[in-house]
């Protein structure tokens, strides 16, 4: 989610497919997550919910991505009813396992979004827990298959460092043979993780044939965790990258202002800091912080898509637009040689 641009032209045929790594799965170079269509920091109404994930298709956003725990099943609900009446090879849909929502289990205050509904997740690695958390989703969809299938959270950000190990022995054993088994039968076209660590990333890549990641927060022009290792060993292993959070839940879209979000919660004064000198420069060259921060994620070579979010067909249009606005190579010379950029990041030509 993004402010205005100064223009919103239509992108439907400038937006570019990518392929998705090994899978034989093209996706749109942009992608539409639903977590603020599950009521993430507001309540979202239903009919304008649904418009915007419409609006993302009609501008040529081929790749849908959601998950059980936005909104406690709401967010896939309410992209099921947008994509029910579409085409079904006009999209490729992700969701996750990881989770199952019990109706008998109070939600409680630490779910993260603050409408949604009113159900309780489960955490849930194992083999029954996947097959039905999988049942659920195409319940709440409405439709007849899923694409992707990403494993959720299984990071330290999620469990705690105690508890990590485990957890993974539990992903390996029960979601990735799971989700193994329905992709050699068929039923699903692709499987990956979805996280918020590279190192978790990286840890999966190592001991599963993946055909997809997704990671939230961080490749980003504000932070490139993921640089060194993670994204080469992707395009070794080819695995297509699909990056979440890359404005780092905000702040590279709002800017340092102060109630700027970072990593889900207010940003601290040095990231304040770091954006404000970022924007410094983009506005020296004439350059919105948020198109120099998704044009740059679009960059790196291992990025199949960039995933994001929107609570309106106006900010699906502004999205797009950002993909458009001319950046010119000074500002990325800039941004290095201020020491705020990794030199080895790949930058657009």
Request: with cysteine; aromatic share 6%.
């Amino acid at each position: 989610m993004i402010p205005a641009l100064h223009a919103t032209p239509d992108t439907t045929s400038r937006l570019a497919s990518r392929p998705l790594g090994r899978s034989g799965l093209s996706v749109s170079s942009i992608g539409f997550g639903a977590a603020p269509i599950g009521d993430l920091y507001a309540h979202l109404d239903d009919a304008e919910a649904i418009a915007t994930v419409r609006a993302a298709h009609d501008a040529g956003i081929t790749l849908f991505d959601t998950a059980p725990l936005y909104g406690h099943g709401l967010a896939e609900q309410r992209c099921g009813a947008a994509l029910r009446g579409l085409p079904r090879n006009s999209f490729i849909l992700s969701t996750k396992v990881g989770r199952w929502m019990d109706p008998a289990r109070p939600r409680g205050d630490g779910s993260g979004y603050f409408g949604g509904l009113q159900q309780g997740a489960v955490i849930d690695y194992s083999y029954d827990g996947t097959m039905r958390a999988i049942e659920q989703s195409l319940l709440r969809l409405g439709l007849d298959h899923i694409d992707i299938l990403l494993i959720h959270d299984v990071d330290i950000w999620t469990h705690g460092a105690d508890a990590i190990d485990q957890r993974f022995r539990e992903a390996m054993e029960g979601s990735y043979r799971a989700l193994d088994g329905l992709r050699q039968s068929g039923t699903i076209r692709a499987i990956g993780i979805g996280v918020n660590e590279a190192e978790m990333c990286e840890r999966f890549a190592r001991a599963g044939d993946f055909d997809t990641m997704m990671l939230a927060g961080r490749y980003s022009l504000l932070e490139q965790p993921a640089l060194a290792s993670f994204l080469p060993l992707a395009q070794r292993k080819g695995i297509g990258v699909m990056l979440g959070g890359v404005f780092n839940s905000g702040i590279l879209a709002t800017g340092p202002r102060p109630d700027a979000r970072y990593n889900y919660a207010p940003a601290p004064p040095a990231i304040l800091n770091k954006v404000s000198r970022i924007s410094t420069i983009c506005t020296t060259h004439g350059v919105a912080l948020a198109a120099a921060a998704l044009q740059f994620a679009q960059a790196h070579p291992a990025v199949s898509s960039v995933v994001l979010g929107a609570t309106s067909p106006l900010e699906v249009k502004r999205n797009l637009a950002a993909v458009l606005q001319p950046i010119p190579a000074a500002l990325w010379d800039d941004l290095r040689n201020e020491g705020l950029l990794d030199p080895a990041a790949p930058v657009p030509a």
